[in-house]
């Protein structure tokens, strides 16, 4: 795309918004990241995260540099406003220069961004003066300048009033629709839906609420069907936003985001106090622990102190006798008693075998007589058999 836009020639629809989609779709990622980076930096800058906040922040300023590099890419194309004669497409490229200056001017301070605000001013009352008379009200083009303008003022100058003003001025507009039917090219830089609009031959990219436009989001083409659908959303979620400003004049979503971040800074601030408590309480556990270990470390000074007290009361010991003797051992009574038992268990063990050998000697003795006096008798034949 680079080297059909240094061409000095006409291009054709289709390349003029393939040109813009592809920068729109480059600078627009790293608008979110950079607006993302920024309200992480802004919130480790409130807890004091020094080491943090520098990473993102060495992050941010190369997420700007890429911005500043790819915004000046299309703003310095010198070719492609002096080489067209139509006017639908010097208002498209004028537009272009001025809605890149603004994306410059959200990051920019001080005299860089006096000097984009006014590059971007100039280039928008110049897109509006250069074909006003040759392009409709509810052209397209013409309609995305308006409301481009108007967030400039919203956004960048922080003129809501004059924001309604110009915002009034155009969404007054029976209907605008998109004839993506018959070429998906046709309709420039944005695509429209208002009151009134009929999708019998038209794909509507959107619905009317409450008798006010709603505008659809950036134009693609059919090969880009992803783009599409995010370019509905995104323009759906825009239009809320400016509906509300049209009703009311009233931006009540800067209200819902101030009251959003409001609850956040509550959450942090209240796990903060949640942490402290915490902290609070690990160092009540730790003096009662300290406590009770100088307690008992005082305990047991005293008890020695009072050993001490004891062992100065004590008489000195006597010093050891050179000539004591250890008197001799007495003979155990009750080992003298177990020997007699056991002499006088034998003795009358043996004198009871001896009676009974008596005993029993003294009847073999008169049996053996018996017997032979029988043996007598029967000799002289005073038995009978």
């Not at 001025?169 to 993506?180: I, R």
């Not at 690990?282 to 003096?287: F, G, K, N, T």
């Not at 038992?341 to 034998?346: D, F, N």
Request: net charge negative; proline share 4%.
């Amino acid at each position: 795309m680079k080297k059909v836009a240094k061409l000095d020639v006409e291009r054709r629809v289709e390349e003029r918004n393939l040109f813009s989609v592809g920068y729109k779709n480059v600078v627009g990622s790293r608008r979110v990241l950079w607006r993302i980076l920024s309200s992480i930096e802004q919130k480790e800058e409130s807890k004091g995260n020094e080491l943090n906040n520098k990473h993102i922040r060495d992050y941010r300023h190369k997420v700007e540099l890429e911005l500043s590099n790819t915004c000046s890419d299309v703003i310095f194309y010198e070719h492609l406003i002096p080489s067209t004669n139509i006017a639908e497409s010097k208002m498209f490229y004028y537009k272009m220069k001025g809605d890149y200056y603004r994306y410059l001017a959200e990051f920019k301070a001080g005299n860089e961004k006096m000097e984009v605000v006014d590059q971007s001013l100039k280039a928008y009352q110049t897109a509006a003066t250069t074909v006003e008379s040759e392009l409709q009200p509810t052209h397209p083009i013409r309609l995305g300048l308006a409301l481009n303008v108007s967030m400039f003022y919203y956004e960048i100058m922080n003129s809501p009033e004059r924001t309604c003003h110009l915002a009034k001025q155009v969404f007054d507009v029976a209907y605008v629709v998109t004839d993506w039917g018959r070429n998906p090219f046709n309709y420039g830089a944005y695509s429209y839906v208002a009151i009134g609009a009929s999708g019998k031959d038209y794909d509507i990219l959107g619905i009317p609420v409450d008798n006010y436009l709603f505008f659809a989001g950036e134009a693609t083409c059919h090969e880009q069907p992803d783009t599409v659908g995010g370019t509905v959303m995104s323009g759906l979620r825009e239009s809320i936003h400016i509906i509300d400003v049209l009703s009311t004049e009233k931006d009540y979503i800067a209200e819902v985001e101030a009251l959003e971040a409001t609850r956040e800074q509550l959450d942090t601030e209240k796990d903060e106090v949640r942490d402290i408590i915490k902290r609070l309480d690990a160092v009540r556990l730790s003096e009662s622990s300290l406590a009770k270990s100088i307690s008992e470390m005082l305990e047991v000074n005293r008890i020695q102190e009072e050993w001490k007290s004891v062992e100065e009361d004590l008489p000195p010991p006597k010093p050891p006798d050179l000539n004591w003797r250890a008197p001799p051992k007495k003979k155990s009574i009750r080992s003298n008693n177990s020997s007699l038992t056991s002499t006088l268990r034998t003795r009358l063990i043996l004198r009871g075998e001896v009676m009974l050998g008596i005993k029993e000697g003294s009847n073999l003795i008169s049996n053996g007589k018996e017997g032979q006096s029988e043996a007598e008798r029967f000799m002289r034949g005073e038995v009978e058999h």
